[in-house]
Nanobody, 120 residues
């Protein structure tokens, strides 16, 4: 069984910073792209940032300049450093990864989500 486990969410004041982590575990043969999405209450899930195995990253326009995505391939972990947070960044943040296993082949995997709340 494979899983993605997020950590690092919480309550922060506007202008503050948070660092999210997501570790993949289980019988994983390889991991392709990894990323972070978020879903605010009453809204659709949207991309925050995504990073390839080689380290190429792309960001949502609303987050450019305020977030940095990185990954440690040896640890099967992806990070999201967020700064200058705004109340509108309040959402559940989900980790996503394209995993390959011997049993299931390649598939999209999601973490359980971590709440980020930015107070004004």
């Amino acid at each position: 069984q494979v899983q993605l486990v997020e950590s690092g969410g919480g309550l922060v004041q506007a202008g503050g910073s948070l660092r999210l982590s997501c570790a993949a575990s289980g019988s994983i043969l390889s991991i392709d792209a990894m990323g972070w999405y978020r879903q605010a209450l009453g809204k659709q899930r949207e991309l925050v940032a995504r990073i390839t195995t080689g380290g190429s990253a792309n960001y949502a326009e609303s987050m450019k300049g305020r977030v940095t995505i990185s990954r440690d391939n040896a640890k099967n972990t992806v990070y999201l450093q967020m700064s200058s947070l705004k109340p509108e960044d309040t959402a559940v943040y989900y980790c996503n990864a394209v995993l390959t296993t011997s049993q299931w082949g390649s598939f999209d995997s999601w973490g359980q989500g971590t709440q980020v709340t930015v107070s004004s």
